[in-house]
């Protein structure tokens, strides 16, 4: 018994004694080596429309990283707005943009959608968002 003791006690101190280190400097990422997504306006007021149109706007952004910017994925808050992504990467300093549907159909008041943007960039998500103004239609 007093040995199984002297075991777990021994076993308890080397567990202690030691740093649980994860990682070390040299193993994190240089955030000078990453693709920086920066839109030129991240919220766009579009005004008013008459229910039944359909909108596009179009988020024009820049590359200001270092490295390829790879766009992997752009969900929108609601089923009316559909985002479209460029599917090739843009390369440092290259600029260009991701177009956005709203359809207004059913959506009478001041409505305000956002788009997700998830990209290889720290953070990896990036958030734009519009409003409008959605009046019924004449019957």
């Known amino acids: 018994m007093k040995q199984a003791f002297l075991l777990c006690a021994a076993a308890l101190l080397c567990l202690t004694a030691c740093e649980n280190k994860q990682g070390s ?3 994190k990422a240089d955030p000078t080596k990453f693709p920086v997504l920066k839109f030129d ?12 149109d359909t909108l596009v706007h179009r ?9 390829p910017l790879v766009i992997q994925s752009a969900n929108a808050s609601c089923g009316c707005t559909v985002p ?4 090739e990467p843009i390369a440092p300093g290259d600029t260009s943009s991701i177009l956005v549907r709203f359809n207004s159909k059913n959506k009478v008041g001041a409505n305000t959608k956002t788009v997700t943007v998830t990209a290889n960039t720290k953070p990896e998500t990036t958030t734009v968002s519009f409003r409008v103004e959605v009046q019924a239609a004449a019957k």
């Open 25 to 27: 400097s040299g193993d």
């Open 41 to 52: 306006q991240a919220e766009a007021d579009l005004g008013k429309v008459t229910e039944g």
């Open 59 to 67: 988020f024009a952004f820049r590359n200001t990283g270092n490295a």
């Open 84 to 87: 479209t992504v460029p599917t």
